[in-house]
């Protein structure tokens, strides 16, 4: 059974920093590429950042670029996004997200699996 369980989230001040930590079970870990998407009230889900099934390879949406950073430990299997910087406007849900490839296409239809997100308040 495939697994991705969030953890990390809560409300901070805008300038502030969190660690967002994605736990995965049930596949092989090390074989697909991972990212976090995220969904603001009232808006569409979006890409924030992926990382290729190779620890090395990362991808970021233009609005977080320089502020976060995505990483993952195929030991621990764990998929993790340090945000720093934050601004009101990161508030939203983030998910953790397994693709069906190996990495290089990011959007929510080549994701395969999902966790159920946490929540990330900034106040101004």
């Known amino acids: 059974q495939v697994q991705l369980v969030e953890s990390g989230g809560g409300l901070v001040q805008a300038g502030g920093s969190l660690r967002l930590s994605c736990v995965v079970s049930?596949?092989?870990?090390?074989?697909?590429?991972m990212a976090w998407f995220r969904q603001a009230p009232g808006k569409e889900r979006e890409f924030v950042g992926g990382v290729a099934w190779s620890t090395s390879i990362t991808v970021y949406a233009d609005s977080v670029k320089g502020r976060f950073t995505i990483s993952r430990d195929n030991a621990k299997n764990t998929v993790d996004l340090q945000m720093n910087s934050l601004k009101p406007e990161d508030t939203a849900v983030y998910y953790c997200a397994r693709s069906r490839y190996r990495g290089g296409r990011w959007y929510s239809s080549d994701m395969e699996y999902w966790g159920k997100g946490t929540l990330v308040t900034v106040s101004s």
């Open positions: 049930g596949f092989a870990f090390s074989s697909y590429g």
